[in-house]
């Protein structure tokens, strides 16, 4: 019996050099595209991230646009409720807020900022937000678009929203038309 113990641990041999290095090489291969994977993985949520939160942008400033034209009326004066200003960089929209007239003013600015600034006809303002990241568009032959335009009872909005998260970066087109409802608006 011992000598069957004996002929069995003579017959074992450990790993030879070769097969330590396949074995090793093949690891290495695994590793390596397991590595890529978690790479390109991390990579596609970023892209994902920075193109819902551009999107999250725009939704967010075409709904607040929207509800202050929908609510645009004549100014006491018998301003327009809605008017195009700085070649249309800029729109004035009157409005009627708690029963006071408002006056809200979306202004792109050169540093890429949209500012809305809401103030009362005297003068004062009373809130102010900047949407930042807001490019105008241009067209085919460079010259910068329109960022607000009016066609009959209807607003246009075209402007390109951007963001950028680390390395990546997004631009998303804007180009609608909201519609004045009002009659007495113009």
């Not at 596609?44 to 509800?67: G, I, K, Y």
């Not at 809605?82 to 009627?96: A, C, E, P, Q």
């Not at 029963?99 to 600034?117: A, F, H, M, T």
């Not at 032959?141 to 066609?151: H, N």
């Amino acid at each position: 019996m011992f000598e069957r113990v004996k002929i069995t641990i003579k017959d074992c041999r450990g790993m030879t050099l070769t097969e330590l290095l396949v074995a090793l090489s093949l690891l290495t291969i695994v590793a390596v595209a397991i590595f890529n994977f978690l790479g390109f993985s991390q990579r596609s949520w970023h892209m994902a991230n920075t193109e819902a939160a551009v999107t999250s942008e725009a939704q967010l400033l075409l709904m607040q646009v929207e509800r202050d034209i929908r609510s645009a009326r004549r100014g006491s004066q018998g301003q327009p409720g809605v008017k195009i200003l700085s070649n249309g960089r800029g729109l004035r929209i009157h409005n009627f807020m708690d029963g006071e007239e408002k006056i809200i003013e979306y202004v792109l600015q050169s540093d890429n900022v949209l500012r809305r600034k809401v103030s009362t006809p005297a003068g004062e303002t009373v809130m102010e937000t900047k949407h930042e990241n807001i490019y105008q568009d241009v067209d085919e032959y460079g010259q910068a678009v329109q960022v607000f335009s009016i066609s009959g009872n209807k607003v246009e909005l075209k402007l390109l929203i951007g963001t950028s998260q680390g390395d990546f970066s997004r631009k998303l087109e804007v180009d609608t038309t909201f519609t004045i409802r009002s009659k007495e608006v113009l």
